[in-house]
């Protein structure tokens, strides 16, 4: 009897799902692809933020030689370039500089600002900017690069703003005390006040 019941369910189920589709002919279009269901955000979770333009959070050195070169006009570019010791040297700079002409004009403005604060710092500062951007280059890739988005999304607010997200303890529990000491540091040095 139990035999009986499990085929005649199955033949019920083969009858309904053959009655609720409609037979595919050579000429019909295929069916459309079944849209993937989106989970809402969690209630209180984080906002989607913009992402980082290509290149934004990467650290130039404000020392570099093509950093200098950065506002010159391609002729004083290739003057400057040519009084270089090294063929080394007029390679990465070039490299730097191929990389800063095809950002994005937002990205290219606030590397010539961090510049332009570099140029204000005393002696001692900048060698300490110097001494944690090395830091940060040397740090295992991913922890550099989550080093260089926070300091690109500081670099995004304003005092106020910037001052509550560094106190946060959320955001200070994603660095370790050397990675916070250095996007303090580069924050303070790059941003500066009224920025």
């Not at 990205?107 to 204000?120: K, P």
């Not at 001692?124 to 550099?144: M, T, Y």
């Not at 946060?168 to 000491?181: C, G, N, V, Y």
């Amino acid at each position: 009897m139990n035999r009986i019941l499990e085929i005649s369910g199955i033949l019920l189920l083969v009858a309904g799902v053959s009655f609720g589709s409609k037979p595919q002919g050579p000429n019909d279009p295929p069916p459309p692809p079944a849209k993937p269901v989106k989970a809402p955000p969690a209630k209180g979770g984080v906002p989607k933020q913009e992402p980082i333009p290509k290149g934004g959070a990467r650290l130039v050195p404000p020392g570099s030689i093509a950093a200098r070169l950065f506002r010159m006009t391609p002729e004083q570019r290739e003057h400057a370039l040519e009084k270089l010791p090294t063929e080394e040297a007029r390679e990465r700079a070039r490299k730097d500089l191929e990389w800063f002409d095809s950002q994005p004009k937002e990205t290219q403005e606030m590397q010539l600002r961090r510049l332009d604060r570099f140029a204000q710092l005393t002696p001692e500062q900048r060698a300490e900017v110097r001494g944690l951007i090395v830091e940060v280059n040397h740090l295992a890739p991913p922890r550099a690069g989550a080093v260089r988005q926070a300091l690109y999304r500081l670099q995004q607010m304003n005092d106020r703003e910037r001052e509550a997200t560094l106190a946060r303890p959320a955001f200070q529990a994603r660095f370790s005390p050397e990675e916070l000491r250095a996007i303090r540091g580069l924050a303070d040095a790059w941003m500066g006040p009224g920025q």
